[in-house]
């Protein structure tokens, strides 16, 4: 998958979960650039990109992913 | 050895004036030998139950290593590769698993144990089967609580691959021993507290001064302001059937103010020592009483217990098995957002009940923990029908006004949580609570709260240092490097002023003892 593609794919995954269309991710947004990304909602929002992507993410990505240049880096191997 | 007292000022000059004579290269042996010296000080004893988690988790973790290379899986075709990495999957997480319980099983008999037998006996009781339980004489080693935690974060860090087992035994005990954080935290990851520990950092003036300041304001949160109100809340606490409700009420705002300024205080000594050596330590807290939620409180007080118990529980039970199958299992009968809701409900209970149990075997830390995982709840569950109202009345969440009263409530909801918190017992936490809201308690009483008059203004005046000092913590900025902007002299007038205000204003004990740190006992 094109890493452009995940963006895309990406944006709708958290535009959907945070409930706010102006979202826009990049590869170096992180959890205290988006309203609301605390750890309960980060969990919601792993379930849903794994839903979208179709693949899991280990626990060491759930705990370590640093921003979502991170996520979309595991998600490029692993789609 | 109390931070705070004269024995603990003279070892840590003698440690950071040997460490920086040491050759760089062993300095970290250094300060080995002298965190074993500073632990076993306090009992030799409590080194058997110290070594016994080290080298059980210094061992597991080179086994885990050990597993996961054993199988060169690249030689394999896909199937069998999928198989064995199943294998390894299936061996690491057995020896984890072990590794943890042989740390918790002594966890659990030294602390737990005398707890869980009484309320079995208790329980029995209930149904008429009456039996007298054998009692663990054990007294608390400490900083068991803070260093089992440490150790079983490293473990489990080591099993998900965030970091490489560390084959140097010495250097591993010295990851679990290291003293300024051994009694009481910051609870540390080895894959910070490894890039920081191990090297031999050169002396530096600036350093030394900031670690130095650091220190000095530690001791002047704990001596000037902390031990200062727990003489009023030691008066009034065991006593307060005699006291009217506006003490009472005083007394919830001390010892909110008490704990955080001992807490705090304590950190502040030790991630000030660790500085001089160039060693950096986890905050632990920033500006909590700030927050304008409660879980933002938590993100804020003791930071690396709230992050080990997000790390090390509460993801795992969010992302195990059983939870995402009986998720899916929900959703088919009541729809993907409740189903998700019931899973972190059941997720948050689990967490805030040994979040309070980590405290103490006792039932009023377990109803403090739950207190706030039920808070928790209703601020998620509620959190979008909040959004809405905000949204509908048009109320700007920016307005300094409005985040003023978000503060002011986060607070008190802290304060109330406090009372079960303090209190020895679940009656005394009620007595406490219906003495507030009792019709007949007198509002003012003529007891003493065990503080005069002076005391309280220098409490006061204090305080307002410490407000003032936390509003530069909210906001990120670090005030020692505004006051080394200033004019020399103001700097030194500055240094003067907090240094003599702990001699004159620091309460002491006979012999300039002090007292002990509330975190101690867990």
């Known amino acids: ?50 839903d979208e992507f179709d693949i899991k993410f280990d626990m060491k990505s759930v705990v370590a992913m640093k921003n979502v240049g991170d996520m979309a880096d595991i998600i490029e191997k692993e789609a | 050895m109390v931070f705070t007292s004269l024995k603990f000022l003279l070892f840590i000059t003698a440690v950071v004036f040997i460490y920086f004579i040491f050759p760089k290269k062993y300095r970290w042996v250094w300060l080995l030998l002298s965190s074993y010296f500073f632990y076993l000080s306090a009992s030799v004893k409590y080194g058997i139950f110290l070594v016994f988690s080290t080298v059980i988790t210094y061992l597991a973790a080179i086994w885990i290593e050990k ?68 009692m663990l004489n054990i007294l608390l080693p400490v900083g068991i609580s803070f260093y089992t935690f440490q150790v079983t974060g490293y473990i489990i860090d080591v099993y998900r691959g965030i970091n490489n087992a560390e084959h140097n ?46 220190m000095m304001l530690g001791f002047f949160e704990k001596l000037v302001i ?134 103490g075997a006792s039932w009023h830390y377990i109803v403090w923990g739950v207190y706030y995982g039920i808070l928790i709840i209703l601020s998620t569950l509620f959190a979008p029908v909040f959004d809405k109202f905000v949204q509908n009345h048009s109320i700007n969440r920016n307005n300094p006004i409005y985040k003023s009263v978000q503060i002011l409530k986060t607070f008190v909801i802290v304060c109330m949580g406090y009372i079960f918190f303090r209190s020895d017992t679940m009656s005394q936490a009620f007595g406490i609570i219906g003495r507030i809201f009792s019709l007949s308690a007198p509002l003012l009483s003529p007891a003493a709260i065990g503080l005069d008059k002076a005391d309280l203004i220098v409490a006061a005046v204090f305080l307002i240092l410490l407000l003032i000092i936390d509003v530069f913590r909210a906001k990120d900025i670090d005030i020692r490097a505004v006051i080394a902007k200033k004019a020399l002299i103001l700097r030194w007038i500055i240094y003067f002023i907090l240094l003599f205000s702990v001699i004159i204003f620091g309460v002491y004990g006979p012999e300039y003892s002090s007292s002990s740190f509330i975190y101690f006992q867990f």
């Open chain 1, 1 to 50: 998958m094109e890493r452009a593609e995940i963006f895309e794919k990406l944006n709708n995954v958290f535009r959907d979960v945070f409930d706010d269309d102006t979202i826009t991710v990049s590869d170096n947004t992180t959890a205290s650039d988006i309203d609301g990304w605390d750890s309960l909602m980060h969990i919601t929002l792993i379930s849903a990109v794994e």
């Open chain 2, 226 to 359: 902390a031990d200062r109100l727990a003489i009023a809340v030691d008066t009034v606490w065991p006593n307060y059937q005699s006291y009217g409700r506006i003490e009472i009420l005083l007394i919830c705002l001390f010892y909110a103010i008490q704990i955080y300024a001992d807490f705090a205080g304590y950190m502040d000594i030790a991630i000030g020592a660790s500085e001089i050596m160039g060693i950096r330590l986890s905050e632990n807290f920033k500006a909590p009483y700030f927050s304008a939620s409660i879980p933002e409180f938590w993100r804020r007080w003791h930071i690396t217990l709230g992050s080990w118990f997000r790390d090390y529980l509460f993801y795992p039970i969010m992302r195990s098995g059983w939870c995402i199958s009986l998720g899916k299992k929900l959703k088919g009968i009541i729809g993907k957002k409740a189903s998700s809701k019931i899973i972190t409900v059941i997720a948050l209970l689990c967490v805030w009940f040994f979040t309070g149990m980590w405290h």
């Open chain 2, 67 to 134: 597993v996961s290379e054993s199988i060169d899986v690249s030689s394999l075709l896909k199937d069998e590769r999928k198989q064995a990495k199943q294998l390894i999957e299936k061996r690491k997480k057995l020896i984890t698993a072990i590794a943890i319980l042989l740390n918790f099983a002594v966890l659990f008999t030294i602390k737990y144990y005398n707890f869980t037998v009484l309320n079995i006996s208790a329980l029995a009781d209930i149904f008429g089967i009456q039996f007298t339980p054998a």
């Open chain 2, 169 to 214: 035994f010495f250097k591993y005990a010295l990851f679990v021993s290291y003293f300024p954080q051994i009694m009481q935290g910051p609870i540390g990851r080895f894959s910070d507290l490894s890039q920081t520990l191990y090297t031999g950092h050169p002396f530096e003036y600036q350093r030394m001064t900031y670690g130095l300041q650091r």
